[in-house]
């Protein structure tokens, strides 16, 4: 198999496919999170939406600043 995956060892693509189903199972849920905390108050249910929204950049953030200490 050839070895052309611009640096990438199996590692990496493997926690950016974690990160990105657990993106995609949260997102997948996120209706009914949002019917059950905005029925208590709108301004929690957005904080959810941006929380939401950041997480997968955190995550992927802090991916790198790990590999980097490496």
Same mark, same amino acid.
């Given at each position: ?6 640096g990438?060892d199996? #590692?990496?693509? +493997?926690?950016?496919?974690?990160? !990105?189903?657990? !993106?995609? +199972? ?7 999170i949002?019917? +059950? ?9 957005? +904080?959810?939406?941006?929380a939401?929204?950041? $997480?997968? !950049?955190?995550? $992927?953030? $802090?991916?790198?600043?790990? #590999? #980097?200490?490496?």
């Amino acid at each position: 198999m050839a070895e052309n995956n611009n640096g990438y060892d199996w #590692r990496t693509i +493997a926690a950016a496919a974690i990160i !990105f189903i657990g !993106f995609a +199972a949260l997102v997948y849920a996120l209706p009914a999170i949002m019917n +059950a905390v905005g029925g208590e108050n709108r301004w929690l249910a957005g +904080a959810v939406i941006a929380a939401v929204l950041v $997480l997968p !950049f955190v995550g $992927l953030w $802090l991916r790198g600043r790990y #590999r #980097r200490k490496d």
